[in-house]
């Protein structure tokens, strides 16, 4: 099974300045179709996932600009320009390319 | 728009049954593949389940496998998940989620719209 690991497990974040979570897998992500699939999802307390980035890059419909994604291989990051009280939660990322099953990383705690 | 409601959870005894049900609207449902995803309190995502588009294709966890059976009726565009032999180590609550397989069983894990998710709670 692939592992996910995530860092840092929790990140204390300053309004309006950026934000960076990172994401190794135990194997390459590449796909034999070529396509690398690593989502990122965000989910507030109470509240179910929310996906946020697909394939590595790829920012949902209604996603802030100020989300990004990003890597390759094993290595990948979701980068947030400039935190907003709303981003505060829990991020996941998740490889979908080796499967089953599709694993998850621990999530990381965004706070202020 | 996507909708995924989630219905049937509960308290159940240690080693009693629980069935969940996942009832969509707003796509093509009998086209889609429904994956089951827990969280235990306080706990990350754990992937359960999975049921392709026709029922063809089921894959379970590890922990799970022997004990759950996903099932889809697409008359009724509901997903179940029938849990037996159920541990203290199955509390959590639990998702569906959809994923789409365009040839039909090499998913793409879209993981795009999620239920609210249901609580099961296993304890005496």
């Known amino acids: 099974d692939v592992v996910m690991t995530q860092s840092p497990p929790s990140l204390a974040v300053t309004l309006g300045q950026p934000a960076s979570i990172s994401c190794t897998s135990s194997?390459?992500?590449?796909?034999?179709?070529?396509?690398?699939?690593v989502n990122w999802f965000h989910q507030r307390p109470g509240q179910s996932p929310r996906r946020l980035i697909y394939?590595?890059?790829k920012r949902d419909s209604g996603v802030p600009d100020r989300f990004s994604g990003s890597g390759s291989g094993t290595n990948f990051t979701l980068r947030i320009t400039r935190v907003e009280a709303e981003d505060v939660g829990f991020y996941y990322c998740?490889?979908?390319?080796?499967?089953?099953?599709?694993?998850f990383g621990q999530g990381t705690r965004v706070e202020f | 728009q996507v909708q995924l409601a989630q219905s049937g959870g509960g308290v159940v005894q240690p080693g009693g049954s629980l069935t969940l049900s996942c009832a969509a609207s707003?796509?093509?449902?009998?086209?889609?593949?429904i994956h089951w995803v827990r969280q235990a309190p306080g706990k990350g995502l754990e992937w359960v389940a999975i049921?392709?588009?026709?029922?063809?294709?089921?894959y379970y966890s590890d922990d799970v496998k022997g004990r759950f059976t996903i099932s889809k009726d697409n008359s009724k565009n509901t997903v179940y998940l029938q849990m037996n032999s159920l541990r203290a180590d199955d509390t959590g609550v639990y998702y569906c989620?959809?994923?789409?397989?365009?040839?039909?069983?090499?998913?793409?894990?879209?993981?795009?719209?999620w239920g609210q998710g249901t609580l099961v709670t296993v304890s005496s």
């Open positions: 049921i392709s588009y026709d029922e063809a294709i089921k």
């Open positions: 394939k590595v890059s």
């Open positions: 989620v959809r994923d789409w397989a365009p040839g039909g069983y090499d998913f793409l894990s879209w993981f795009d719209f």
């Open positions: 194997q390459s992500l590449v796909h034999t179709d070529g396509y690398t699939y």
């Open positions: 707003g796509f093509t449902f009998k086209n889609y593949a």
């Open positions: 998740m490889q979908g390319s080796h499967w089953p099953p599709w694993t």
